[in-house]
């Protein structure tokens, strides 16, 4: 079967368009809003790095106009989204539910996530939280007092909590303070859930239609990303559903990708001109740094785990992404008690600094607002093309002019 070209151009608005970053409010807006997108995107990434807002809300804000955390925080209660493991920790959709029971079944069954089992441990926590209701990890003393020596150092009891949360005896029904708070799972499902567990063919149909739903197109090796050993079985899968019709094939670049049928139709979504969206290292779009870099020509790393000598843009730089190329990134620091956003290097990777600034300044102003800021300074600005000094400056001094 051969596959239809696709110019580098439209595979990068597939994935926009796939993605809900093409143009504003793509899912809708409020709790619709939320919800859609986590429908669409199949999981948004939680992470514990909070120098600017937690990934979590940062991707929902890019695709939802107006967000706050208590949208999410509401579907949590509602019980419509729920949290668990995706190829990390992840707030997900509850339609997609006994999709994780999949995981659930073969760490039950003795695959080792990070820890091992304690029977006895495990049977006293539950018995708790089945007396007194949902309880948090500190709500556990450590045997004799004794503190942590450190994060690796877990207490006995918050291993065992997050293996019965991995196994789905338990499940985080919130947060407080960023700690889960954990309750039955009896108890936290919505009435009349699917708690079915899918088959081996099911599972990996439902991984490869989700990642092509969410990214517009992938290939095995993308759709299988961080799950071992699974990529062998899943791209024999995704021939079969090749060979059925389910799938079409595109070439781009001379690189193979599967996609949904009919999925070229998203091309004639136009991309909002002049939009800049600010995004977390973790947002959906960027996970993939290989892809990234295959089609948007978009070399990343985020640097907060390289040591500081060798970080060249910064501890947590954000790519910039500008229509449908990336233009830049903004390593950034809120400081809450003064409400001060420090962009600590904003580089530019564009040619059109000028224009590009002038679409940059309403996206910078609503991140601002995002993270609860009243106003900015810059400490370094740099472009690699050769700039006057008062292009830059003035550059600047718009941007410290943003306040709220």
């Known amino acids: 079967m051969l596959a239809d070209n696709i110019s580098v151009q439209d595979a990068r608005k597939l994935v926009l368009v796939s993605q809900g970053l093409h143009k504003t409010n793509a899912f809708g807006v409020g709790l619709k809003g939320v919800l859609n997108s986590l429908q669409q995107l199949s999981y948004i990434q939680i992470d514990t790095i909070s120098v600017v807002e937690r990934a979590h809300h940062h991707s929902l804000w890019n695709r939802v106009n107006n967000y706050s955390a208590d949208l999410l925080e509401q579907l949590v209660a509602q019980k419509q989204v729920f949290e668990y493991w995706s190829h990390a920790a992840a707030y997900l959709p509850m339609g997609d539910y006994r999709y994780s029971l999949y995981r659930k079944q073969a760490i039950a069954g003795g695959e080792i996530h990070w820890h091992h089992k304690d029977p006895k441990l495990s049977q006293q926590i539950i018995e708790r939280i089945r007396q007194e209701g949902p309880l948090q ?76 739903k969410a990214n517009g197109l992938a290939n095995a090796g993308e759709i299988a990303y961080l799950r071992k050993g699974i990529k062998r079985k899943l791209e024999l899968v995704c021939l079969e559903m090749l060979e059925n019709g389910e799938l079409q094939q595109l070439e781009c670049q001379g690189q193979l990708y599967y996609a949904l049928p009919y999925s070229q139709n998203l091309l004639k979504q136009p991309i909002k001109g002049g939009q800049v969206k600010i995004l977390s290292p973790f947002d959906n779009l960027l996970i993939q740094r290989k892809r990234m870099q295959l089609l948007f020509d978009f070399d990343y790393q985020i640097e907060c785990y390289v040591p500081e000598p060798k970080r060249q843009y910064g501890y947590f730089s954000l790519p910039l992404l500008w229509g449908s190329s990336f233009a830049g990134r903004m390593d950034a620091k809120i400081e809450r008690k003064t409400g ?47 700039l006057a000094d008062k292009i830059l400056k003035a550059c600047r001094q718009l941007i410290e002019n943003i306040a709220v």
Not at 141 to 150: C, H, T
Not at 169 to 176: C, D, F, N, P
Not at 199 to 206: G, P, V
Not at 368 to 375: A, D, E, R, T, Y
Request: with cysteine; hydrophobic share 40%.
């Open 340 to 386: 001060m956003l420090r962009i600590q290097h904003l580089h530019l990777e564009t040619a059109k600094v000028e224009h590009f600034i002038q679409d940059f300044l309403p996206a910078l102003r609503e991140f601002l607002l995002l993270n609860k800021g009243s106003h900015i300074s810059i400490n370094r600005l740099s472009a690699p093309h050769a």
């Open 137 to 212: 990890s500190k709500d556990f003393e450590r045997p004799g007092g004794a503190k942590a020596a450190g994060w690796w150092d877990w207490k006995p009891a918050k291993k065992a909590l997050e293996q019965l949360f991995m196994e789905g005896e338990l499940m985080a029904v919130k947060r407080q303070g960023f700690q889960k708070v954990y309750d039955l799972t009896e108890r936290a499902l919505p009435a009349g859930i699917d708690t079915s567990v899918p088959s081996e063919q099911e599972f990996y149909r439902y991984l490869i239609t989700r990642c092509l």
